[in-house]
C-alpha cells in the first residue's frame, strides 16, 4: 500500500466517522436555564480534559513513529504506518472539534439568558439542539460533540491497533 493510499484510507475514515456521527437522531428534552448552564459547564470540562488526552496521544505518537532530526516516519510495517496515520488524522480532527466546541461555549452561555416563552422549563434550554453558534443555524452542539466523541475514539481505536500491528509484526519491524 502506498503512502498516498494510505492517508486516501485516513481520510476516509475520518469521514466515515462524521457519517455515522451525522445518524444522531434530534432529541429535544425541556429543561430549565439552571439545566442548560450545567450543561454547558460540564460540557466546557469535558472538551478540556479530552483535548488534554487527544494533544497527549498525538504527542506520544508522534515521539514513537517520526524520526528525531526530520519530519518523517520511522520505517514500519504498512499497517502500522497506515494505523499511525489514521491515528493522527482521527485525534486531530477531535481536537479540532473541541476547539469548535470549546469556541462556542460564549455564545451558547449568553443565548441561555435570553428570556423564552416558559423561564421554568423550556426546550429552548436544550443546549444540545441548539445551533453551534447563533449565526450558524445548520450545524448543532449534539452534531459536533457526538462527531468528537467518536473521532476520539476512533482515533484510540487506531492507536491501539498500531501498538497491535507492532507487537505482531514479523522480520520487517527488526
Avoid at 503512502?3 to 429535544?28: C, E, H, P, S, Y
Avoid at 488534554?52 to 518523517?72: P, S, W
Avoid at 451558547?108 to 439568558?113: D, E, L
Wanted: proline share 4%; charged share 15%.
Amino acid at each position: 500500500m502506498t503512502f498516498d493510499t494510505q492517508i486516501a484510507g485516513a481520510i476516509l475514515w475520518i469521514i466515515a466517522v462524521l457519517l455515522m456521527a451525522a445518524k444522531r437522531k434530534k432529541n429535544v428534552i425541556a429543561t430549565t436555564q439552571k439545566g442548560a448552564e450545567e450543561a454547558l459547564a460540564n460540557i466546557s470540562e469535558w472538551s478540556k480534559w479530552m483535548s488534554g488526552i487527544q494533544t497527549a496521544a498525538i504527542g506520544g505518537l508522534a515521539l514513537l513513529v517520526m524520526n528525531e532530526d526530520e519530519a518523517r516516519f520511522h520505517p514500519l510495517p504498512e499497517a502500522a504506518s497506515f494505523f499511525a496515520l489514521a491515528a493522527f488524522g482521527l485525534l486531530g480532527a477531535a481536537l479540532f472539534f473541541n476547539a469548535w466546541v470549546l469556541s462556542s461555549m460564549p455564545s451558547h452561555s449568553i443565548r441561555v439568558h435570553v428570556d423564552f416563552p416558559d423561564p421554568s422549563r423550556s426546550p429552548d434550554y436544550d443546549v444540545y439542539e441548539q445551533p453551534l453558534y447563533g449565526w450558524s443555524k445548520q450545524v448543532r452542539l449534539g452534531y459536533v460533540l457526538n462527531a468528537k466523541h467518536w473521532l476520539w475514539a476512533h482515533g484510540l481505536l487506531a492507536v491501539g491497533l498500531f501498538f497491535i500491528t507492532l507487537m505482531y509484526c514479523n522480520t520487517q519491524c527488526r
